[in-house]
């Protein structure tokens, strides 16, 4: 895997993580792989916390399929967004599932050496993200902003190569 680009182990983990096969998602991941969680406020650090983490997270978002709209690489940094709406169907982050579908507008910052993700920042929600996950709804709690501009139909926001 050394010989791996920071394009081709974004892409496969990405792909992975799309099939929920967990073994085959942290195969990606260097033991001491860090995961910050800035969503939940949380750190997972090696593979043992990440397996934990991505075990809970894909049981309780099994349907969600990790589709980037857009990638951004230079050098052994990448930045992915990617967007879908999905059923929490297990208990996430403590609370238990309310039958609520929860948009989940992500930013994932990726550090890769040697073939494997040494470092990975992920945003998924907003302020209001708990709040959406009990299910809780009403005047004071704002809509998810959508993707703007929204999706083309190719499935992304911008042109890929500059003019």
Same mark, same amino acid.
């Given at each position: 895997?050394?010989?791996? %680009?920071?394009?081709?182990?974004?892409?496969?983990?990405?792909? =992975?993580?799309? %099939? #929920?096969?967990?073994?085959?998602?942290?195969?990606?991941?260097? =033991?001491? $792989?860090?995961?910050?969680?800035?969503?939940?406020?949380?750190?997972?650090? $090696?593979?043992?916390?990440?397996?934990?983490? /991505?075990?809970?997270?894909?049981?309780?978002? &099994?349907?969600?399929? !990790?589709? @980037?709209?857009?990638?951004?690489?230079?050098?052994? %940094?990448?930045?992915?967004?990617?967007?879908?709406?999905? &059923?929490?169907?297990?208990?996430?982050?403590? *609370?238990?599932?309310? $039958?609520?579908?929860?948009?989940?507008?992500?930013?994932?910052?990726?550090?890769?050496?040697?073939?494997?993700?040494?470092?990975? *920042?992920?945003? !998924? #929600? =907003?302020?209001?993200?708990?709040?959406?996950?009990? #299910?809780?709804? $009403? @005047?004071?709690?704002?809509?998810?902003?959508?993707?703007?501009?929204? /999706?083309?139909?190719?499935? +992304?926001?911008? +042109?890929?190569?500059?003019?």
């Amino acid at each position: 895997m050394k010989d791996l %680009t920071t394009r081709e182990v974004i892409e496969g983990i990405f792909a =992975d993580a799309a %099939t #929920g096969d967990l073994e085959r998602v942290l195969g990606w991941w260097a =033991d001491d $792989g860090i995961l910050e969680d800035v969503t939940l406020a949380k750190a997972f650090v $090696g593979k043992d916390q990440l397996r934990d983490y /991505l075990r809970w997270y894909f049981k309780a978002l &099994p349907d969600v399929r !990790y589709q @980037p709209i857009r990638l951004v690489i230079d050098g052994f %940094t990448a930045i992915v967004e990617w967007q879908q709406t999905a &059923p929490v169907v297990d208990v996430f982050d403590g *609370v238990a599932p309310s $039958g609520v579908e929860l948009y989940i507008h992500a930013l994932d910052m990726f550090h890769v050496r040697d073939g494997l993700v040494q470092h990975e *920042v992920s945003w !998924y #929600g =907003d302020g209001w993200f708990h709040q959406r996950l009990k #299910g809780v709804s $009403g @005047p004071d709690i704002p809509p998810p902003l959508p993707v703007t501009p929204p /999706l083309r139909e190719d499935g +992304e926001r911008f +042109e890929s190569s500059a003019q």
